[in-house]
């Protein structure tokens, strides 16, 4: 009698953080659960802690244009994704690329523009590319706020360093060359209940609940999310959201090379007529 009230209590309890796990999903920015064998990384500080004063509102306008670019930069941007959408719980979860782990390594150099990048260089690399757009030049006040909102974000950080859980942890090199079939397997399973059976995303009231993967709206062919081993990468940690770390190294590579293989925006560089040395 009484194991099975306590039985039943469990199920309530369980079916009960399942709906909200789903309607939060759905419905608010999603938290996916932090990698199971998490080491320590490093706490941003809390959102509430954003000082009351100028520097604070910046702070907070940098975090509302990450989280809805299309709003709040609209003249840059040429797709309908948003920072977050590749940035996880608002730029804030390691392996997501977070940005208090960006903020401490640069200025860096790329190898992609061989110049030595400034923040706002590699800011700007994302907005031409994962966001298909135009780059907001370096002294606006889009600039200064996301770059307000990073600083903010990693306080108390050392600098200089590759903190764990900055950028995305490394895949193996796959035991057998990613295919496309097997590719789209994984996707039916596991992709196409959030991001359509055509890589085209889910809407609610307009704004895009679930991003596009392929097609007109999403990142173009010279983003890092084109690669196939930082795609791979990056699905290995983070998705299905909420599930990172659940897909075998193979899937997390044959799913990758699927969603690259379809349709979306070109290069910029290329469709300029040949490489423009100038492009970040
Ligand atoms: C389509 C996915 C996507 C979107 C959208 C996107 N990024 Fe990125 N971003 C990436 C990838 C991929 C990397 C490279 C990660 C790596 O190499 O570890 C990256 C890297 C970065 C880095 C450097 C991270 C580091 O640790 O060196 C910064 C800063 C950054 N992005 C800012 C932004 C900003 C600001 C926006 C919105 C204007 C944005 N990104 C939108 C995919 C995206
Ligand atoms: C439970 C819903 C859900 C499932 C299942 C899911 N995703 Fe996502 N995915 C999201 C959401 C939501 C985002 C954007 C995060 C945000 O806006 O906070 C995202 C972002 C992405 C992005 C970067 C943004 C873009 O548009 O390119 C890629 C790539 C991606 N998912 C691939 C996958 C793949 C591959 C799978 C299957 C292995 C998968 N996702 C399964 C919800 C999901």
Same mark, same amino acid.
């Given at each position: 009698m009484k194991v099975q009230t306590v039985a039943m209590a469990a199920i309530a309890v369980a079916a009960s953080t399942f709906a909200f796990a789903i309607g939060r999903a759905v419905w608010q920015s999603p938290e996916p659960a932090p #990698?199971?064998?998490? #080491?320590t990384y490093f706490q941003p500080p809390?959102?509430?802690?954003?000082?009351?004063?100028d520097f604070g509102a910046m702070v907070s306008r940098g975090k509302a244009i990450f989280v809805d670019t299309p709003t709040h930069a609209a003249d840059y941007?040429?797709?309908?994704?948003?920072?977050?959408? +590749?940035?996880l719980d608002r730029g804030?979860?390691?392996?997501?690329?977070p940005m208090w782990g960006a903020w401490v390594r640069y200025p860096q150099y790329r190898a992609k523009n061989q110049i030595v990048n400034t923040m706002a260089d590699r800011i700007a690399g994302c907005f031409r590319f994962s966001m298909n757009g135009t780059p907001p030049p370096a002294d606006s006040d889009v600039m200064r706020a996301l770059q307000a909102y990073f600083f903010w974000m990693a306080t108390g950080a050392p600098t200089g360093t590759t903190l764990p859980g900055a950028g995305y942890p490394e895949v193996h090199p796959p035991a057998s060359a990613p295919d496309l079939d097997r590719g789209g397997t994984v996707y039916a399973e596991? +992709?196409?209940? +959030?991001?359509?059976n055509d890589g085209e995303g889910q809407r609610s009231g307009g704004r895009y609940v679930f991003p596009p993967l392929? $097609?007109?709206?999403t990142y173009n062919?010279?983003? $890092?999310?084109?690669r196939v081993d930082l795609a791979a990468a990056f699905i290995k940690a983070n998705m299905p959201l909420g599930k $990172? $770390?659940?897909?075998s190294d193979q899937e997390a590579w044959d799913v990758a090379a699927f969603v690259n293989s379809h349709e979306r925006p070109a290069d910029p560089r290329q469709s300029a007529g040949g490489r423009d040395p100038s492009a970040r």
């Amino acid at each position: 009698m009484k194991v099975q009230t306590v039985a039943m209590a469990a199920i309530a309890v369980a079916a009960s953080t399942f709906a909200f796990a789903i309607g939060r999903a759905v419905w608010q920015s999603p938290e996916p659960a932090p #990698p199971r064998t998490a #080491p320590t990384y490093f706490q941003p500080p809390l959102e509430a802690s954003i000082p009351d004063d100028d520097f604070g509102a910046m702070v907070s306008r940098g975090k509302a244009i990450f989280v809805d670019t299309p709003t709040h930069a609209a003249d840059y941007v040429g797709n309908e994704l948003s920072c977050r959408s +590749c940035h996880l719980d608002r730029g804030r979860m390691p392996n997501s690329a977070p940005m208090w782990g960006a903020w401490v390594r640069y200025p860096q150099y790329r190898a992609k523009n061989q110049i030595v990048n400034t923040m706002a260089d590699r800011i700007a690399g994302c907005f031409r590319f994962s966001m298909n757009g135009t780059p907001p030049p370096a002294d606006s006040d889009v600039m200064r706020a996301l770059q307000a909102y990073f600083f903010w974000m990693a306080t108390g950080a050392p600098t200089g360093t590759t903190l764990p859980g900055a950028g995305y942890p490394e895949v193996h090199p796959p035991a057998s060359a990613p295919d496309l079939d097997r590719g789209g397997t994984v996707y039916a399973e596991k +992709c196409a209940i +959030c991001h359509g059976n055509d890589g085209e995303g889910q809407r609610s009231g307009g704004r895009y609940v679930f991003p596009p993967l392929w $097609g007109s709206n999403t990142y173009n062919k010279g983003a $890092g999310m084109y690669r196939v081993d930082l795609a791979a990468a990056f699905i290995k940690a983070n998705m299905p959201l909420g599930k $990172g $770390g659940s897909l075998s190294d193979q899937e997390a590579w044959d799913v990758a090379a699927f969603v690259n293989s379809h349709e979306r925006p070109a290069d910029p560089r290329q469709s300029a007529g040949g490489r423009d040395p100038s492009a970040r």
